[in-house]
């Protein structure tokens, strides 16, 4: 076992060798990315949730590794997409081969050693897989599991000091939310002289959570708005910046609270 001081010098798993990953285990809590490849309309790329999820993940774990021993294990690219399979370009699992994955990937996690395992969801399609995963994980092991989306993480912070609102649905669908974040990150992805995209839909004045309070889901939908949710005319790398900064942050203190959590 290591010291907190002797840790290793790297956050990716997949950076450290065999010794290393079983001599930190035990006392880490180790963070799996859950994402999708998926269209995301005509201007952002089909990586974008993957994207998302490894740097978002990456960057509060270098802000809790101040505090914690933490890791951050490749991310599981595929997610459910089955919605979006009407479009080109989605490689898609169905949820029962999901929550099968990712049974399979936080057993994995178990026989290395780790204890504190924390699922961080970048997909909408994938909420109650990674849900299911956690919760189950945590009956069929001594271990601590979490999962949550980093919109719901960071929601309080991300609509009244990030006033995320204001660029579109939160989080949407390649909307002026999840394109401001690409803006910020990679800017060669996007194609900007695509927009503004047709409007064809209204925003709503107050944002709504989408994980939170009913799922409402109607068969046909997402061919009605063209597989995305708003026309992403008010994104901007500036705000994409400010929101990744406060999602990193929320996030980074996400995982220093689950850390502390007593071990059985
Ligand atoms: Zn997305």
Redesign the pocket.
Known sequence: MYTFSERPGSLLFQELNRDEIGRWAPDATVILPVA?IEQ?GPHLPVW??SL?AESITLQAAALANEEIPILVCPVVTYGSSHHHLIYPGAMSLSNDTLIGVLRDLTDSLVSSGFRRIYLIN??GGNEECVRLAARELALRHPVIAGAVSYWTIAWDQIVQEGQAGRLGIV?G??GGF?TSLLLALRPDLVRTELLPLPNLRPIPSTPRDPSTGPLIQRHGSWAEIDGYSDDAGSASAESGQKLLEIISRTLAAEFVRFHQFKLN
């Open positions: 999708a995301h974008t949730d998302l970048s997909h989080p669908h390649a999840e």
